[in-house]
């Protein structure tokens, strides 16, 4: 079993930064691929970025790729998503996930067994 705490959101202004972390528990996170996704108002969760056990793999959506890094360190449990010049359509809730095993990108909520419970970034104009 996997719990995930998320930390590290809040309000920025449009153009600004702020550093998603995501702490795991369990001595064995390195073999669980990871991933963060969002959730605005009304709106469906969707794909952010995704990372393998080792950290060696990563893949973004489109709409974010380039801008919000994502990152492990497995010494410490701990995933990270920098994100970098955020934009007006960037807020929502953000949601790390994670699971047992596999080499592959996963980009689809169902993939993923063990989630946070949310954290709110806001971007303001």
């Known amino acids: 079993q996997v719990q995930l705490v998320e930390s590290g959101g809040g309000l920025v202004q449009a153009g600004g930064s702020l550093r998603l972390s995501c702490a795991a528990s369990?001595?064995?996170?390195?073999?669980?691929?990871a991933g963060w996704f969002r959730q605005a108002p009304g709106k469906e969760r969707e794909f952010v970025a995704t990372?393998?056990?080792?950290?060696?793999?990563?893949y973004y959506a489109d709409s974010v790729k380039g801008r919000f890094p994502i990152s492990r360190d497995n010494a410490k449990n701990t995933v990270y998503l920098q994100m970098n010049s955020l934009k007006p359509k960037d807020p929502a809730v953000y949601y790390c996930?994670?699971?047992?095993?596999?080499?592959?990108?996963?980009?689809?909520?169902?993939?993923?067994?063990?989630w946070g419970q949310g954290t709110q970034v806001t971007v303001s104009s």
């Open positions: 996930a994670a699971r047992s095993g596999g080499r592959s990108s996963y980009i689809n909520v169902g993939q993923y067994e063990y």
């Open positions: 369990g001595r064995t996170f390195s073999s669980y691929p």
């Open positions: 990372i393998s056990g080792s950290g060696g793999s990563t």
